[in-house]
């Protein structure tokens, strides 16, 4: 069972200022609330490993297939 996404609420006055940082000096480099970032990676990592699972298209398989083991079109048999 995934974490439910962390409640999202506004910037008080005081975040606001430090976001805007003093004056001449660029903003801070943009970062997420711990939660949030927890949330995103959990939710990620359930996804790509699910992806895993998946079998692979025929499509694709058919491509790779003509590329061959070097990766060039030409070079599989």
Request: aromatic fraction near 4%; hydrophobic fraction near 35%; charge should be negative.
């Amino acid at each position: 069972m995934l974490t439910p996404w962390p409640e999202v609420r506004k910037a008080t006055a005081g975040e606001r200022h430090q976001l805007e940082g003093a004056q001449g000096e660029p903003p801070p480099e943009p970062t997420l609330f711990t939660g949030v970032a927890a949330c995103l990676g959990e939710r990620l990592r359930a996804h790509y490993a699910q992806l895993m699972n998946e079998p692979v298209p025929d499509d694709l398989l058919r491509i790779l297939e003509a590329l061959g083991p070097t990766g060039r079109a030409g070079d599989g048999h």
